[in-house]
C-alpha cells in the first residue's frame, strides 16, 4: 500500500479531468505530474510539475513515466507501447496497458464484451464507408469510428442509403439500432486486493444531433431487478479487465428490460462529476485511492444530484443567475479557445429529492437558452 506524500503520480492528458484528479490528490498531500502537449492544458494551473509533450508520443511517455511511481490517464490516446516499456521498468501503470489497448478500439471492446458473455448491442465491422452500401437492408444503424471519438464525434446514425455519403471512411463498426428506454451509466471502481465498489447508476439525456451529454440525473430510479443486474455487469467487466482504477460502463436500458452495454472508459468520466458534490468519496478520490492501494471510498449518495453540461456556443455564459441558486455547484473548466460544441464547465445540483433536481436542471436550461 502507497499512502505516503512522497509517491509521484503522473497523468497522461491535462484536460478538465485531470485538473479535477489533481484537486483530489491535493487533499491527500500528494503531488502530481501532467504530461499534455497543449502547454494552456485546464490541469496546467493546478500543479508545478506540467509537462508539455504528446502522450501519443512513444518517447515523450517514457520520458515522462521514467519520473513517476505510478502513471495513469484521463484519456485513452495514449502510447500504450510506452506504458509496458514502462511497467517492465518498475513504474506502476494503472489501467493496465492491455485494458487501455481494448478501449482504444470499438471493435476490441466489442469482441470483449462478447467473449465474456456480457450482453451488448449486435455489430458488423466496417473497413471502409464503400461497404456500407451493402448493409443498406440494416438501416436505420448506429455507425461508430473504431478508434479516436470522444464527446460524441465519430458517431453517426444512418436512415437511409443518401446518409452514406456523409458517413467515415475508415475502419468502423455499424450497431444495430436498440430499442432504447434509457442510457445510464455506472461507474465502478477496484483496488490492487481486487476489492470493488461502485456508484448508483445515473440516468443520462443526451443531444440527439451532437450525442454529446445534455444533463444527468442520480439516481437513475430504475427497477431494483435492473439496477442490480447493471451492478453484476460493471463487477463482471472490472473483475475481468484486471482493473485497477476506475471505469464507466455505460448501457442501454431497452423498452423490454434487457441491459446492454454500449461503451466503457477507464478514466474519470462525465457521468461521475457529481460524485464531486453528491457523494462522501468522488470518483477522483476514489481513482486516487484505487491505484496508490489505499482502501476505497463510501459511494453512497448525499441526497439526490443532477448535472447540466456547459457547451461552447461562442457566447458568453452569465453565470450569475445559477451561482445564486442554492444547492448549484458550477465548474467553469478555463479552456483557452475551445470549439464550438465542446464542453467548458458543468453544473452540478443537489437536492434532497429528485423532484427538486429536474425543477433546477430546467431552470438551469432556461437560463442557458
Known sequence: MIHNNKVRIGILGGGQLGAMLIRSAIDFGLEISVLDKDIDAPAARYTNSFICGDPNIY?????FGKQCDIVTIEKEAVNTAALKFLRDNGVKIHPSPELIEIIQDKQDQ??????????????VSVPNKEQLYSLV????????????GYDGKGVMMLHTESDI????DGPSILEQKAKIKHEISVIVARGEDGAIEYYEPTLMVFNPEKHLLDFQIC???LDLSITNQAYEIAIKIATEMSLVG???????????????VNELAPRPHNSGHHTIEACATSQYEQLIRAITGMPLGDTRLNGKAGLVN?????????LSGMISRP??????YGKTNSKIGRKIGHITITEPNIEGVIAQIAAIKNILN
Open 59 to 63: 518517447e515523450d511517455v517514457v520520458a
Open 110 to 123: 466489442k469482441e470483449f464484451l462478447i467473449r465474456h458473455n456480457i450482453p451488448t448491442v449486435p455489430y
Open 137 to 148: 437492408s440494416g438501416f436505420p444503424a448506429c455507425l461508430k469510428m473504431r478508434k479516436n
Open 165 to 168: 455519403e456523409n458517413a467515415f
Open 219 to 221: 439516481p437513475a430510479n
Open 246 to 260: 476506475i471505469m464507466a460502463i455505460e448501457m442501454f436500458v431497452c423498452e423490454d428490460g434487457t441491459l446492454l
Open 310 to 318: 456547459l457547451i461552447e456556443t461562442g457566447k458568453q455564459y452569465d
Open 327 to 332: 444547492g448549484v455547484h458550477v465548474h467553469y
